[in-house]
């Protein structure tokens, strides 16, 4: 019976802890795109130090950016999805979903144009 109790309170405690528009910030907070995980992951910190937001921290080897924007710290990951396609997922370091997604938006908009040259270079 404590076990039922237990699992029914765990569960209740999880529906309510996440935010009601968390579902909508991460369908912004996450794009695909036609380029290898390697060269957007350098791609990405080209355009986050032209953005001048601060770089905290970086790990190439798990595809992670730490970076701070104002008083904002957001955490960028670089996934492959294949040997030629990478996703990219960029959220708030402390689960905060109340900001907003237009950080996310200037990245996102800022890599589109970029992979265009990245894709001349390879071709």
């Not at 765990?10 to 009601?20: D, G, I, N, R």
């Not at 060269?39 to 730490?66: C, D, F, K, P, V």
């Not at 237009?102 to 800022?110: E, G, L, Y």
Request: positive net charge.
């Amino acid at each position: 019976m404590k076990i039922k109790l237990i699992t029914v309170l765990a569960f209740f405690t999880l529906c309510f802890a996440v935010p009601s528009n968390a579902a909508s910030y991460l369908d912004d907070s996450i794009k695909t795109f036609g380029v290898s995980a390697d060269n957007m992951y350098l791609t990405s910190l080209s355009i986050l130090n032209s953005l001048n937001y601060e770089i905290l921290e970086m790990q190439s080897a798990s595809g992670y950016i730490l970076f701070r924007t104002g008083a904002k710290d957001y955490i960028m990951t670089i996934t492959a999805a294949s040997p030629v396609t990478s996703n990219i997922k960029i959220l708030p370091a402390n689960s905060i979903y109340s900001t907003g997604s237009t950080v996310q938006k200037t990245i996102f908009d800022a890599l589109e144009a970029n992979k265009l040259n990245i894709l001349k270079k390879q071709g």
